[in-house]
């Protein structure tokens, strides 16, 4: 408690020169085109999202990586079965964060329109 | 009580396997979706990954794929969503999860039933002997 009153006695903030500052840093801050907490101003580009896509198939356990294209289907190509395949959806949901409604989730069967669907969604990221 | 209650509602028997069949796929959703809320939960995350758990759950379905019964499959689904009603209402414990989720599949998880068919009669007979 002393200690605290010792040091409080002897700090001294300088008021005056945020006053003074204050008039110059608003001004930066109106002219500033670079909004920090503005969201989906830059959506993902096409290449990001084959390469995640990609990656996200490859490290599936029952997946060999080496057989892993953009046009691959998941069920004729890789010997996946219908299990497997919601697997990587949910896989791909979790990595865009994502929710993809049943009925579109049915039909991405190949890479192609797994990617095709994350890169039209507003909200992948 | 909120979770007796929850856990007592039953849906409707599925007219055919093709309703089962997405009813399963429907189950495997929801589960994958609160894995996230079960891994924080339950602290999970350094010992599982999502994706480890994800297998998990898609395995242990697996292991019921022979079921062709609609009724048996609607009964192994209550089960399932039993199970997971449970852990979301934090009835479990984090050993209950890691014992029979994260070390369950590489072995040291005793499910004697016809699902097991690969293990070796000795091993079977060997856990017999030790756990009465």
């Known amino acids: ?125 | 009580m909120s979770f007796t209650l929850r856990s007592v509602k039953v849906p409707p028997n599925s007219a055919n396997l093709e309703e089962a069949r997405s009813r399963v796929f429907e189950f495997f959703k929801t589960a994958c979706r609160s894995l996230p809320s079960i891994m924080d939960m339950y602290n999970l995350d350094d010992v599982a990954s999502k994706s480890q758990l994800r297998s998990v759950i898609s395995s242990e379905i697996r292991k019921n794929s022979h079921v062709t019964n609609p009724k048996v499959i609607d009964m192994l689904l209550f089960k399932g969503t039993e199970d997971l009603n449970n852990i979301l209402e934090h009835a479990k414990q984090r050993h209950h999860i890691i014992g029979q989720y994260v070390v369950g599949p590489q072995g040291l998880v005793q499910d004697l039933d016809p699902k097991d068919r690969g293990m070796s009669n000795f091993l079977k007979n060997f856990y017999r002997s030790n756990y009465f």
């Not at chain 1, 605290?4 to 085109?33: D, E, F, Y």
């Not at chain 1, 949901?93 to 329109?113: H, R, S, V, Y």
Request: aromatic residues 6%; contains cysteine.
């Open chain 1, 1 to 125: 408690m002393a200690l605290r009153t010792a040091v409080l006695r002897h700090i001294r903030v300088p008021a005056q020169t945020l006053t003074l500052t204050g008039s110059k840093q608003q001004q930066w801050s109106l002219s500033g085109s670079f909004r920090f907490m503005s969201s989906h101003d830059d959506h993902l580009t096409r290449e990001d999202v084959i390469e995640r896509v990609l990656s996200v198939v490859k490290s599936f356990p029952k997946v060999d990586p080496a057989q892993v294209t953009p046009e691959v289907h998941f069920q004729k190509d890789l010997g996946l079965d219908s299990l497997d395949n919601v697997e990587i959806v949910m896989a791909l949901e979790e990595e865009f964060k994502l929710e993809i409604p049943d009925k579109e989730a049915d039909k991405i069967d190949t890479c192609n329109l797994a990617i095709e669907y994350i890169y039209n969604h507003p909200m992948a990221s």
